[in-house]
């Protein structure tokens, strides 16, 4: 076991009867980490790295380097450092468990962190594009904007690019007759606007809705030509209206982002990590830049011809979401990246950019109870299974849109339900296998019988076999006294299983407002020259709800038109 001591304090604090301190142990990357934090009237002085299994000659630099961040931010909001990054997570975990127990709030051991620049050395860089994040909407807005022969930066202020696209489940919804008409789905241009702009509740913009949804499988043949693989399942995501969902090969987001990657490195894009952009740079009302922090250092990316944000929500931001929702507490869980904390949005009010729709935040229901991820889901559990209560009782028809489940879910005890299905919820092998990985692993339980089942959930075991009797005679019927439409097939096949979920803040649908050329609006409705925004960094697309599988062409769609129409902005 290794142990050295870094102290990240400007005072000796021995002898300090003031000081409280605790020690907490975390999984690392080989090992338990065991960490001391010092503390002092609601101040950190120093964290001791007591005990730790991992590599020393990779971990010791960054974590010292790491350590000194959370103590000069107060908080530990602060970016991994690549090279360790699992080690820097079970760190950044350690400190977190220990400040909690010391007594401080979740506002002051998340609050946003933003580097104090004492002198600046300023690097410049010039580029045509410059497009601030990496996720799914900056990569696709820097591939359009170098296919249309523009040079392009692209700032990601993490060790990684990915963004919130690489945790989503990835579906992609658009029209597709070849696939949809040989399973009797009839769908068009129109049903998916309608569904999409009724979905929102009419709080989109109708104008922004119809370029999504009518450039949507032009999105999908743009990935495809990059070389993203779709399956051949259509489906409809979790507050989804339709099905019109493509899955890439690999159901996940993480294919969408090294399909993007190649095309970027073949494109001769530069992709800057751990770049943190602070500031958009402008003149006479014109945007012509970004000034940006990299290990200490700051650059100045002059941008020839345009700016595209790129730099996803606010989910993370605590103290942001509360302004708009004071429901949306800290205690709330998230499922998004770290860095998703609305700096691209602040950044753009600072330029009187016009904010739409901030208020409308959206919760996912079906979130880990523990983490708020949406990884440890049974496969196809709403489609076919039920959610239940603590009492075993169906509460809300399993189709509703994800603002209503959410709703009804933070309105029963506990503000969780169980998610149940039988052995027929799917028969593809690598959903099988999956499903019970996450048995092996405790995220999800199985039984035998349904007696079984309601031992292992702690519930009313007569008043969950009525639930499900009652639900069984509704697909027989196909008439649910809650309204549910989808009764594709009952409960009755076992073994059974069932997870518990929470609702987890998601996405944020408000942001700066844009119209049909990806344009920043300013607050008088005018262009603010040089600016552009593409995906969740944006508002007035989704409106007050958004459809399961609209976020991924959302980010492609208008990624691809903020990335040209900046290329072209100069000619």
Not at 199 to 220: F, M, N, W, Y
Not at 260 to 284: P, S, W
Request: proline share 2%; hydrophobic share 40%; glycine share 10%.
């Amino acid at each position: 076991m290794k142990k050295w001591i870094i102290m990240c304090s400007l005072f000796l604090f021995a002898g300090c009867s003031s000081i409280t301190q605790r020690e907490v142990s975390v999984q690392g990357y080989n090992g338990m980490i065991t960490l001391r934090v010092h503390a002092q009237q609601g101040e950190l002085l120093a964290i001791e790295l007591m005990e730790h299994q991992e590599t020393e000659a990779v971990v010791k630099e960054p974590l010292m380097r790491l350590i000194d961040e959370v103590i000069a931010a107060q908080s530990v909001e602060v970016e991994v450092i690549s090279g360790a990054t699992e080690s820097c997570k079970a760190v950044l975990q350690g400190i977190e468990k220990a400040m909690s127990q010391m007594g401080f709030s979740y506002e002051e051991i998340h609050r946003p962190y933003t580097p104090v620049i004492e002198e600046k050395v300023i690097k410049k860089m010039q580029y045509d594009v410059v497009i601030v994040g990496g996720g799914g909407a900056g990569l696709s807005a820097a591939i359009s904007a170098a296919q249309h022969g523009a040079t392009v930066a692209l700032l990601e202020k993490m060790s990684e690019i990915g963004g919130n696209t690489v945790r989503a489940t990835a579906m992609y919804n658009c029209v597709d007759d070849e696939l949809q008409h040989p399973l009797g789905i009839y769908d068009s241009e129109e049903i998916f606007f309608q569904e999409t702009y009724e979905g929102g509740h009419r709080k989109a913009k109708p104008e922004l809705v119809r370029i999504l949804t009518s450039q949507a499988d032009e999105g999908k043949l743009f990935l495809e030509a990059l070389g993203l693989q779709f399956d051949t399942v259509i489906d409809n995501c979790l507050g989804g209206a339709h099905d019109r969902g493509h899955y890439s090969m690999a159901h996940n987001g993480t294919d969408y982002i090294q399909v993007m990657q190649r095309a970027c490195q073949q494109l001769g894009v530069d992709i800057y990590t751990n770049t943190t952009a602070y500031e958009l740079l402008a003149d006479d009302g014109k945007v012509y830049g970004v000034e940006a922090l990299n290990g200490g250092e700051v650059f100045t990316f002059e941008a020839l011809n345009g700016v595209i944000l790129a730099s996803g929500g606010f989910a993370g931001n605590v103290d942001m979401r509360m302004r708009y929702n004071h429901s949306l507490t800290g205690e709330m869980l998230c499922s998004n990246a770290p860095g998703s904390n609305g700096d691209g949005i602040l950044m753009a009010e600072k330029l009187q950019a016009s904010l739409i729709g901030m208020e409308y935040i959206e919760l996912y229901p079906m979130g880990d109870v523990y983490d708020g991820g949406l990884r440890n889901s049974i496969p196809n559990a709403i489609n076919h299974g039920i959610l239940v209560n603590r009492q075993g009782e169906r509460f809300i028809r399993e189709d509703a849109g994800r603002d209503e489940l959410s709703a009804a879910m933070l309105a029963q005890p506990k503000s969780f339900a169980y998610s149940i299905v039988d052995d027929d919820y799917s028969t593809v092998s690598d959903e099988r296998t999956y499903l019970e990985g996450l048995v092996l692993m405790g995220h999800v339980v199985k039984a035998d019988t349904l007696a079984q089942l309601a031992q292992l959930l702690n519930v009313n075991e007569a008043t969950l076999k009525a639930s499900i009797s009652a639900y069984n005679q509704a697909v027989e019927t196909q008439n649910d006294s809650l309204g549910r439409q989808t009764l594709i097939n009952k409960i009755d096949h076992a073994p059974y299983y069932a997870s518990m979920k929470k609702p987890t803040i998601h996405h944020t649908l408000g942001g700066v407002e844009i119209n049909e050329q990806a344009q920043v609006l300013n607050q008088q409705g005018n262009v603010i020259e040089g600016l552009y925004a593409a995906g969740e960094v944006t508002g007035g697309i989704h409106g007050a709800n958004r459809l399961g599988g609209n976020s991924f062409p959302d980010m492609i769609v208008f990624g691809r038109i903020a990335g040209e129409q900046a290329a072209m902005n100069g000619e």
